[in-house]
Each structure stands twice: as structure tokens, then as C-alpha cells.
């Protein structure tokens, strides 16, 4: 299973790329915004980060010509760049072009079985269904990961499921049961998950019994 942060933030990215827990990046206009600065410098230093990681990224534009140019020009940036589009009508003929010319593409903004099934059809390299946002409208979000593993094994497609919109740590636990290739998470999300009240606990009383033996050195 892959991990990626969902994050722009080029600090943390670099706190953590050398765990090898970090397999990839998902960024968006929103977390671009959010550090300031050139977006573009922004992408090809998280890409010189993470050389072997996915790192995705969001088309701005609207109309189904521009996002195609856009889509280009986002891919041509770095060998490790993953173009994100949503998944919306207006773009479907746009990402089997782009597809097939070779740009590897994750969707976003998937809320059901049938926009996986239409997206995986395509060709794309990533399908992100939205659990959060799906929990926003009272909609149980980890079902639907279940429901999309269940058809890409079934009809064997090679797209991969990405879960996304990840809110908090059950939300990652549930998501790894359910069989998502990758989960793409905020950074307070992974670093909440990567440490438990138990174990800080358990190193605290290992020490104060150490101590108790009164020793300068071991071994």
C-alpha cells in the first residue's frame, strides 16, 4: 500500500521523505495557495523531493481545450507528475485523449461506484473517491472504497484506487481495510496515526525502570 501526504507544504514534505513511509504527494490549488510564493517552483521542488513518488496535480482551467493544454504543459513539468482532473463529462473525452497520448492521470472528486467504473474504463492511473465529503452529506465514505476495490478486482482493471478526503485516523484504518492501493493524507492526519498514547507511555516507564539500576553504560 502506498501512503502520500496531501500537502504543498515543502518543510514537512522533507521531514518525512526520508522515512520511506512517503510514496507520493497530492497537491491542490487549495494547499498550493495556502504557502504562497510560484506554484510551478512550488511542484518541481516537491518533485526533486520525492524523484521516485507520484506527485499529483490539479488543472485550474475550465474549459475542456484549455484543461487538455493545461494538461500538457502540467505533465511536460517532471517525469513524476500525475495530472489531476475532476471527474466531470465535460472532461471525458479530454482524459481518453490524454490517456491514450500517454499522461498519467488521477481523477478527482469521485463520489460512486459508476464514476469509477466509467474512469477506470478509460485507462487512468488514479481514481480518488472524496470519504470525507461523502461523511459531510451523511453518506458512510469507507463504502464506497469497498464497492470500488470489489469491481476493479472483479473486471481486473489496472487502476488504482486512491482514497482520499481522509479526515481522521479511523478514516486511514478503515481505508487499509478496505484494500485502497494508496491514501493520500493531511500531514496532521499521518502524524497523528504514527504515534499512540500507549507506546509514549511504555518508553516512560521502560526508562524510569532503567534508571533505577543506577548504570553509566550498556552494553
Known amino acids: 500500500m502506498k501512503i502520500f501526504l496531501d500537502t504543498s507544504n515543502l518543510q514537512k514534505i522533507k521531514e518525512w521523505a526520508p522515512t520511506g513511509l512517503i510514496d507520493g504527494i497530492t497537491t491542490n490549488p487549495t494547499n498550493l495557495s495556502k504557502e504562497g510564493g510560484d506554484p510551478k517552483k512550488q511542484i518541481l521542488e516537491i518533485c526533486s523531493i520525492l524523484p521516485d513518488g507520484d506527485i499529483s496535480v490539479e488543472i485550474t482551467e475550465k474549459s475542456p481545450e484549455d484543461v487538455y493544454k493545461q494538461a500538457k504543459a ?30 498519467q492521470i488521477n481523477i478527482t472528486l469521485i463520489f460512486t461506484l459508476i464514476q469509477s467504473l466509467m474512469m477506470a ?34 473486471y481486473e482493471f489496472e487502476t488504482q484506487l486512491l482514497a482520499a478526503s481522509i479526515r481522521t485516523v479511523r478514516n486511514f484504518h478503515d481505508a487499509i481495510l478496505a484494500g485502497a492501493d494508496v491514501v493520500t493524507l493531511p500531514v496532521e492526519v499521518f502524524e497523528k496515526s504514527v504515534n499512540h498514547i500507549l507506546t509514549n507511555e511504555g518508553i516512560t516507564k521502560f526508562d524510569s525502570d532503567w534508571k533505577k539500576l543506577g548504570l553509566r553504560q550498556f552494553p
Open 121 to 154: 474504463k478509460m485507462g487512468v492511473k488514479y481514481i480518488s473517491p472524496f470519504i470525507g465529503r461523502l461523511e459531510d452529506i451523511d453518506i458512510e465514505g469507507i463504502t464506497i472504497i469497498e464497492e470500488i476495490r470489489s469491481i476493479l478486482d472483479v
Open 74 to 103: 502540467i505533465a511536460a513539468l517532471a517525469n513524476n507528475i500525475i495530472v489531476k482532473i475532476p471527474c466531470h463529462p465535460d472532461y471525458f473525452i479530454i482524459i481518453k485523449k490524454l490517456v491514450d497520448e500517454g499522461v
